[in-house]
């Protein structure tokens, strides 16, 4: 079956740092590749997605490529700040009904 | 943008009881719905999939007897746990299914934290 593994965390970087959070995936298919952001205490937002190999995905200066050779979608940030401070989920969706298939979370803590 | 919201967003109950959660697409129509449970510090765990007009699909080692999932329209599915207990305390988040394409992007409600005393 489908299933995504991600970085172990937690992660604690100082503001302005390099962020990279690894995931891989294996599938059947073609899924669609997503990260979520987890504020404390609140649901998942989209953060961005790919639905195909060699898209790249950027929000809010976050940044991630479909890459299928190596089946990753890794995230990055240039430079991080106290506010990026969540829980960060890679998923995967489309092979299977439309279900999600989500990592086990990355925690990031930014300190200033 | 698509906007998913859940009633509760909390809840304390006695043990014994039965608590109904609510997931609502506000502004789009859902005809497929999922229901996760997120344990503190860990991930999203895919309880069922809910489907307007239909049964649920539970995943396997969830007990359907003690999850009850109606989708009775195309913006609203409900949750109910059943005899609740202490164990069952949990996060609940639901999650509306769209679909452009290829892309299976979920719509994600805010959660309804229940505790079980």
Sequence with gaps: ?112 | GAVVSQHPSWVICKSGTSVKIECRSLDFQATTMFWYRQFPKQSLMLMATSNEGSKATYEQGVEKDKFLINHASLTLSTLTVTSAHPEDSSFYICSAGGSGGSSYEQYFGPGTRLTVT
């Design chain 1, 1 to 112: 079956g489908d299933s995504v593994t991600q970085m172990e965390g937690p992660v604690t970087l100082s503001e302005e740092a390099f962020l990279t959070i690894n995931c891989t995936y294996t599938a059947t298919g073609y899924p669609s590749l997503f990260w979520y952001v987890q504020y404390p205490g609140e649901g998942l937002q989209l953060l961005l997605k790919a639905t195909k190999a060699d898209d790249k995905g950027s929000n809010k200066g976050f940044e991630a490529t479909y890459r299928k050779e190596t089946t990753s979608f890794h995230l990055e940030k240039g430079s991080v700040q106290v506010s990026d401070s969540a829980v960060y989920f890679c998923a995967l969706s489309g092979t299977n009904a439309g279900k999600s298939t989500f990592g086990d979370g990355t925690t990031l803590t930014v300190k200033p």
